[in-house]
């Protein structure tokens, strides 16, 4: 089977055919249909992950894939031949860029066929720490005020609709096409971050999602209430700096998780949430997608089919 393979840090991933592995007790193997890059698969190659998710190499990559279950290894019981599955692997495993990946048994969440499989592709990892920052850390309830910054990004795109979602109202950071593309998934304020101080314009927000970092998050400690909390998915929490504004602030590191997974994908229907795509090309291009990932201004998800 064929597989994208990093040979060193700073390598671009190369097609490989290698052997299709064979699933473990409590493990499976999915025929990948789709899979989605992440700023993390950047990371990895460049080796900027490597204090994280140190590789061995020659190292798959990939993370996130959707596919149809085509063996259960033994000691699995919850899975069956031809389930329409997600996955997030483990990053030092990688192996979501292949024809087959194993995956263990409870990182597998089952899509339910009113959302396309190709296109599920793009949930995993997006999806997941969008979660894991609105419901399981910031426990957002209706009527708070949150700020999502990258509001046309992977994990901004799930989070402005899951926040919309859990009634509260969404305030967006986005340039360009990626203005109208946060109000029309859900935000009520959308704010063009490079014409404009966004700490100028918003006071009392309950909740921040940090996802840039730097000068962004500094900036975000002064538009929270006092006890609002703020969450970053790039740099670790400045405690000095929360103390002084009175605020709560946590370093989200996403983990695979299966259960936390079922959790966001169940709320896709309710909350009408669309899997934003930026782009969708076929395994061939895998480089195309790797640059456009790479170039940090993609709308959503790229996914790859494999
Ligand atoms: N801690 C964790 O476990 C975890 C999990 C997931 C992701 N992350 C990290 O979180 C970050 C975001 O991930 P992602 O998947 O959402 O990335 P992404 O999809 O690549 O984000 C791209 C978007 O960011 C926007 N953007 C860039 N600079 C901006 C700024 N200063 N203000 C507002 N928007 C800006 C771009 O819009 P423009 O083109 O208009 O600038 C673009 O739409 C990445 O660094 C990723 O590695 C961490």
Known sequence: MKSMILSAYDRM???QEIAAPVPDDGEVLVRVVAASLNPLDVKLQSGLAHDYFPLNFPSAIGTDLSGIIEKTGSLTSRWRAGDKVIARLDPTRGGAFADFAIVPENQL???P???A??????IPTAAGTAWQALVEYAGIVSGQTVL???GAGGVGSFAIQFARGLGARVIAT???DGIDIARRL???LVIDYR???FADKITDIDFVLDTIGGETQRESYKVLRRGGKIASIVAPSDDTTAKAYSVDAEFIFHSSNGARLTEAVKAIQPFDVEILVDSVLPFSQFDRAFERQASGRARGKIILTI
Request: overall charge negative; proline content about 4%; aromatic content about 0%.
């Open 13 to 15: 991933p190369q097609s």
């Open 109 to 111: 969440v089952l899509i």
């Open 113 to 115: 066929e009113t959302i």
């Open 117 to 122: 499989l190709e296109t599920a592709a793009g």
């Open 148 to 150: 999502i910054h990258a």
């Open 174 to 176: 986005a340039s360009g």
């Open 186 to 188: 859900g935000a009520d």
């Open 195 to 197: 014409h404009e101080d």
